[in-house]
């Protein structure tokens, strides 16, 4: 298989409806074990082996997802997942019920014919770094066993690599096997897998820069009323996240007994009283996307942008631009589509997974993300968009990931708001230059990469290090 290129990455896959609260802890290990629960069906019914007797699940759980997973909700993602349920679609009611649902009658039905065992609190184990005295492929590390009479019969390595993306490990070579449809028998008409392809790709044709993903999603299959319509959906799913968010009272579950304040805030800003000094957009980016990470948090109906830990900062930033320049429905496509571009990127040379990289590759690609799409939006040549992308990225540099109790609460909220406004004010910066600057987009993702790589592990979503220990 060709390696993960840029242009084989959708926008709809940077972003994905599911729930909270992290992407890769939750949502991530959930479609890890919808798709085991697939693929343990197919792998026995080719073996001819029928309906092997007492037949038992074991989840073993390694790493970032083993230190932090009860934080995230883990267990109750994989019990969704083996149930049957997938992020996107199922009730977020149905998807928390699971893992109870399990407890009362520990049996799975993996098809028709086939009925397994699994008790979450005696099957699904929290390990640590180490697999088969060797070191995990990644800090997100899940293995599958289904055994019978205490024989393994079929087991299968996933990992849950950010975005809710997930990447099975090859049981022969021990390879990562990029999950999804790949483009690699696609000749897309406008090729890239870096920041100054795509550029050279926009000059060269004359089209706008989404028209360059539109026309090579075309060639993939997905025509651009499709693409479209279901950019559409992210879009009212963001709305709905942000407006869930700015009704909602309460505290936040995990135990750190963090208060709401979305509600509070907007109310404050929306009530015409004068305040002792606010920026020219007042406090609306920040509130946003405080709002929806709040949700996030709760567990709620939310999108990866490109990860949960971060999936405030997009709907905030473009929700405000809406807002003050009456943005259409189309422009706001135009910037998802833009957006996804340099989530891409980041994906294929550094990484959007904070167990990886740090709060770097989620906070920070969000920021970038955001300011790209905030850019194109208004008007701004290819060149002025990656100026703005790598003003977000390069001043998110080195920032870790350290969840105080692994939840995502503190200070991953607040980091959403602060994103928000260094996006904005990127895209500002960008809009007033010529788009000519020192550091590119495509240096400033090698730097991310390695950063990321020279960062103590604790530092990197383990609960462990930094603000995690109070």
């Known amino acids: 298989m060709n390696p993960l290129r840029a242009d084989h990455i959708s926008p709809l896959d940077m972003f994905k409806i599911g729930v909270g609260p992290s992407s890769s802890h939750t949502v991530g290990p959930m479609v890890a074990a919808l798709a085991f629960r697939k693929e343990a069906v197919r792998a026995l019914e080719e073996a001819g082996q029928g309906r092997p007797p007492d037949l038992v699940l074991q989840v073993e759980l390694y790493g970032s997802l083993s230190l932090t997973g009860k934080g ?3 267990d109750g993602a994989v019990c969704a997942g083996l149930s049957g349920l997938c992020p996107r679609d199922s009730e977020v009611a149905a998807i928390w019920r699971a893992m109870d649902d399990l407890r009362q009658n520990p049996y799975l039905d993996l098809s028709p014919s086939l009925r397994v065992k699994f008790h979450p609190d005696q099957d699904l184990h929290w390990l640590n770094w180490t697999m088969d005295d060797g ?3 990644h800090p997100n590390t899940l293995r599958f ?24 490990v090859d049981k022969e070579t021990g390879e990562r096997k990029p999950a999804g449809e790949s483009t690699e028998f696609f000749k897309l008409p406008y090729p890239y897998n870096s920041a100054e392809e795509f550029i050279e790709q926009v000059k060269k044709s004359g089209l706008p820069p989404w028209q360059i993903v539109i026309a090579n999603e075309n060639e993939r299959g997905l025509n651009e009323s499709d693409l479209r319509c279901k950019l559409e959906q992210i879009l009212n799913v963001f709305d709905a996240c942000i407006e869930r968010g700015l009704t909602t009272d309460g505290i936040l579950p995990g135990g750190l007994n963090v208060k709401r ?5 907007y109310q404050q800003i929306t009530s015409g009283k004068p305040s002792t000094w606010s920026s020219p957009m007042g406090l609306k980016p920040s509130v946003y996307a405080i709002a ?7 567990g709620g109906r939310v999108v990866t942008a490109p990860t949960n830990g971060s999936s405030g900062l997009i709907p905030a930033v473009f929700r405000t631009l809406q807002e003050c320049q009456n943005l259409s429905r189309e422009t706001l496509q135009n910037g998802l589509i833009v957006a996804s571009v340099i989530g891409a990127l980041v994906k294929t040379h550094a990484s959007i997974s904070g167990a990886e990289v740090g709060c770097q590759g989620e906070v920070g690609t969000s920021c970038a993300m955001a300011a790209a799409g905030a850019t194109a939006m208004l008007g701004g040549s290819a060149e002025q968009i990656e100026q703005a992308a790598e003003i977000g990225i390069e001043h998110h540099l080195g920032m870790t990931c350290d969840p105080i109790k692994g939840l995502v609460q503190v200070p991953c909220i607040e980091r959403n708001a602060m994103g928000a406004v260094k996006a904005l004010n990127a895209a500002e910066l960008s809009l007033a230059s010529d788009g000519q ?4 987009l495509d240096r400033a993702l090698l730097v991310m990469k390695q950063t990321g790589l020279d960062m103590n592990q604790k530092y990197k979503e383990t609960a462990t290090g930094g603000l995690a220990l109070g």
């Open 292 to 298: 929806v990470n709040e949700e996030n948090a709760a």
């Open 72 to 74: 995230h909700q883990t």
């Open 261 to 265: 304040r979305a509600r509070s805030l």
């Open 437 to 440: 600057h020192l550091i590119s």
């Open 135 to 137: 070191p995990i492929p």
């Open 145 to 168: 066993r289904l055994l019978s009479q205490d024989r393994v019969i079929f087991q299968e390595v996933i990992l849950s690599v950010g975005g809710g993306f997930i990447e099975p």
